[in-house]
């Protein structure tokens, strides 16, 4: 089980330099602007659970998987793993807990890159302490998973940045870990690698029982992998199951987004009163419109559409992605407000 309780982390702002007279006095002589990653994060993941941090860049989804490994302490807070501190107590979950940071970031320096794949696994699987015999087992079992077995015996250096990031999420399949933080796995990989890696994470939830946090920009990803979610930007905007989450954002009747594509420019105010939200752009001499409408004005928005020249009209429902991208919205709306006001 993991717990995030008030998880607060504040950065100094950087300094120009410190070969500048004036930056030096104002380091010195001032306090240092405090910038924010985290603010009062509060959430709980049950044991087997696969919870998804949802944010924009800059959220301090990577903040908070650095807090996890004890490589940044929080400026108030705690973050438990399975009951232990994980700053304080880190020795007490050292082994039980693994990370995968985004893209091919070997952070730990466990690979040696001109080593084969196969011999690799098998010195990480030496380090945590599992036999030769096992070791052998699960190593097949992650390479045939993740269908690297046709590179068993290359060197790590010569695989493409896919290919060394699917061989890095293996480590979990080998290791199994009660808990494992993966801050964006599949970034940078293609679609049908990206769907290897999710088959292996949901194994590693439904097999070995791993609690999984998972980080992503991925919304799709998000709905397929995540039992629950929390978007947050600095703090905390919305928690919920993926289904639920769409389903509240449908209880506001805004139901159904519509794509469509037309020839000539649009009068905006043409659609007052009929959309929830409107956006409109120009690509290749074409304008585009994506719309967010109540069902009930369905008919009045294609009544509208009739005195343009439309090519197309695709109605789509509303997905994880529009509820992440509407809560950003009214986030960033209340805390322009908020600032005027102070």
């Not at 466990?110 to 990480?124: A, D, G, T």
């Not at 389903?247 to 020839?263: G, N, S």
């Not at 009929?274 to 009544?303: A, H």
């Amino acid at each position: 089980m993991i717990e995030s309780v008030n998880l607060t982390k504040y950065y100094p702002s950087p300094i120009k330099s410190l070969f500048d007279l004036k930056s030096l006095r104002d380091f010195l002589g001032k306090p240092r602007e405090k910038i924010p990653a985290l603010i009062d994060l509060n959430f709980k993941v049950k044991e087997g659970e696969i919870f998804g941090l949802l944010g924009p860049n800059g959220a301090g989804k990577t903040t908070f998987c650095k807090i996890a490994n004890a490589l940044v302490i929080p400026t108030r807070g705690n973050l438990y793993i399975n009951g232990y501190d994980s700053v304080k107590e880190h020795d007490k979950i050292k082994g039980r807990i693994f990370t995968i940071f985004g893209g091919e970031r070997d952070l730990f320096g466990l690979f040696q890159w001109r080593v084969s794949v196969e011999k690799n696994l098998k010195f990480i699987a030496e380090l945590w302490g599992i036999s030769k015999v096992e070791a052998e087992k699960r190593i097949n079992y992650a390479l045939e998973l993740l269908n690297l077995k046709d590179k068993r015996n290359e060197w790590y250096q010569k695989l493409s940045a896919g290919m060394r990031q699917k061989v890095y999420l293996a480590l979990p399949l080998i290791i199994q870990p009660e808990a494992l933080i993966l801050d964006e796995p599949t970034v940078y990989l293609d679609v049908f690698t990206r769907r290897e890696v999710w088959n292996a994470i949901l194994e590693l939830s439904k097999e070995f029982r791993t609690t999984i946090i998972l980080t992503t920009h991925n919304l799709n990803e998000a709905e397929v992998l995540c039992d629950r979610v929390l978007i947050f930007n600095e703090k905390k905007i919305a928690e919920g199951k993926p289904k639920e989450l769409v389903e509240k954002f449908q209880a506001l009747k805004i139901d159904r987004k519509l794509l469509i594509k037309l020839k000539g420019k649009v009068e905006v105010d043409d659609f007052t009163g009929i959309t929830e939200k409107i956006k409109v752009y120009t690509q290749n001499g074409f304008t585009y419109l994506e719309i967010y409408i109540k069902q009930d004005y369905l008919k009045d928005i294609l009544t509208v559409l009739t005195n343009y020249d439309v090519i197309d009209i695709q109605n789509e429902a509303v997905t994880l992605e529009d509820v992440f991208a509407h809560v950003r919205s009214l986030d960033s709306y209340v805390n322009s407000k908020v600032g005027k006001k102070s």
